[in-house]
T-cell receptor, first 112, second 112 residues
């Protein structure tokens, strides 16, 4: 069974701090998604990656396929980054978004 | 572009009632998905569609039905609502099976 574990479950930071959220999974994958969900709000796709690293503004996502691990980094964190960050993986078997397994999310709170 | 539009935003149903959650996208995406999100749990796939006229069950389809008569619309039907269907429902779309997801803003449903 494919399992996706995120750590930490909850994270509180001060504005300006460097943030790291981790995602580990148990099976071979075709791709990994990072999503952002603001409180009471919708879900936004941040990254989809299958190797290496991607960067968008202050957000960086990395993946190590051999170690079955991905990290989401936020540089110079800001209160508006406060949200739940969700990792989801597309397993090799099937290999499509309709086979996605989601983590439970990491709640990030950035205090001013 | 409006992206993915879900209606209604909130709904309270009595046990045994029926309703349809609407989802429409204007991006000409072939793939569409319905998820439910329960507190402390990862998103679970209810149904998905890979194109007009084609639908299939996801992980938790019991108590729900879908149709996909056009590329744009993917309504989710709840028949005989039960308290276990109290959840937040998200519709999403993607252009291909492995590509970033576009989510609607969600429908918060309470069944009492």
């Amino acid at each position: 069974k494919n399992e996706v574990e995120q750590s930490p479950q909850n994270l509180t930071a001060q504005e300006g701090e460097f943030i790291t959220i981790n995602c580990s999974y148990s099976v071979g994958i075709s791709a990994l998604h990072w999503l952002q969900q603001h409180p009471g709000g919708g879900i936004v796709s941040l990254f989809m990656l299958s190797s290496g690293k991607k960067k968008h503004g202050r957000l960086i996502a990395t993946i190590n396929i051999q170690e079955k691990h991905s990290s989401l980094h936020i540089t110079a964190s800001h209160p508006r980054d406060s949200a739940v960050y969700i990792c989801a993986v597309v397993p090799n078997s099937g290999g499509s978004n309709y086979k996605l397994t989601f983590g439970k999310g990491t709640l990030l709170t950035v205090n001013p | 572009n409006a992206g993915v539009t879900q209606t209604p935003k909130f709904r309270i149903l009595k046990i045994g009632q029926s309703m349809t959650l609407q989802c429409a996208q204007d991006m000409n995406h072939n793939y569409m998905y319905w998820y439910r999100q329960d507190p402390g749990m990862g998103l679970k796939l209810i149904y998905y569609s890979v194109g007009a006229g084609i639908t299939d069950k996801g992980e938790v389809p019991n108590g729900y039905n879908v149709s996909r008569s056009t590329t744009e619309d993917f309504p989710l039907r709840l028949e005989l609502a039960a308290p276990s269907q109290t959840s937040v429902y998200f519709c999403a779309s993607s252009p291909t099976g492995i590509s970033p997801l576009h989510f609607g803003n969600g429908t918060r449903l309470t069944v009492t």
